[in-house]
Nanobody
Framework: QVPVVESGGGLVQAGGSLRLSCNAS????????MGWFRQAPGKEREGVSC????????YYIDAVKGRFTISRDNAKNTLYLQMNSLKPEDTATYYC????????????????????WGQGTQVTVSS
């Protein structure tokens, strides 16, 4: 099992910012679609954003468009999620995941066919 490790979560006031990081040692990111997902207490997991590591193409759910930015650092083999203008409804455990590139970027927000998942990092936004 390839370890996938998220970091960067924390407690922030509404309107604040956080940057999540994801490192997956042993994973060749260019061969994968990478995604960020979140799950709030009592709610189903939802896809937040995905990126085709090779092309840089991205998808976002409507709720975070214009506020969140997914990016990658090829040299560090690290995925990021920059979260700005945070809202209390963004409170959740955030997970990083990877699925093979041949599944494509389309529908990645559904969270299907992701073979590798991290343990999650908690993001709490206070009002």
């Amino acid at each position: 099992q390839v370890p996938v490790v998220e970091s960067g979560g924390g407690l922030v006031q509404a309107g604040g910012s956080l940057r999540l990081s994801c490192n997956a040692s042993g994973l060749t990111f260019t061969e994968y679609i990478m995604g960020w997902f979140r799950q709030a207490p009592g709610k189903e997991r939802e896809g937040v954003s995905c990126i085709d590591w090779d092309s840089g193409s991205t998808y976002y759910i409507d709720a975070v468009k214009g506020r969140f930015t997914i990016s990658r650092d090829n040299a560090k083999n690290t995925l990021y999620l920059q979260m700005n203008s945070l809202k209390p409804e963004d409170t959740a455990t955030y997970y990083c995941a990877a699925r093979a590139k041949y599944y494509g970027l389309k529908s990645c927000l559904l969270g299907t066919d992701f073979a590798f998942w991290g343990q999650g990092t908690q993001v709490t936004v206070s009002s």
